[in-house]
């Protein structure tokens, strides 16, 4: 039996090998796009954050060994840095009025967005990459 076999559809996806970093199973999680608020998907594995794009194109077919997909698209997962992912939802974290520059978090408020329960995915890498534009204090992380 070929590997092809049993299946309805098959779809090809293009992304970053990541297995020299761990050997994680992918997720997919659907975030909030940072300039329109729309929903996104993206891929996580092993700590790497990716957008997935769905290209189609008239007549193309992909030759995958002895298969054919004949369906003529093509999933890309391109990396993206996490903080253009979690800057807005920080920006909104911070409760800015006026003059003030906003309150301290915690980092778990901050991640917590409702109907897209896979920034709670993000919470590892979150504290990691955040600090470049935010300040740290016991768990706490405002925007500035």
Known sequence: MAWWEGFDEIRLLNAADTAEIGNDVGQLLSLR???SGNSMCCLLV??????LNWF???YTSWFLGDYVAEDDGLYTATPVDPVFILLPIFEEARMKKGDDLGK????????FVEGYPGYQKLLSIAENCMQAVCEIKGGTL???
Do not use: A, C, Y
């Not at 092993?46 to 957008?51: D, K, M, S």
């Not at 301290?104 to 991640?111: C, Y």
């Open 33 to 35: 796009h940072p300039k």
């Open 56 to 58: 189609k194109q008239s």
């Open 104 to 111: 301290f978090r915690l980092v778990d408020e901050i991640i």
């Open 142 to 144: 405002p925007m500035h």
């Open 46 to 51: 092993n700590g790497v954050l990716q957008e």
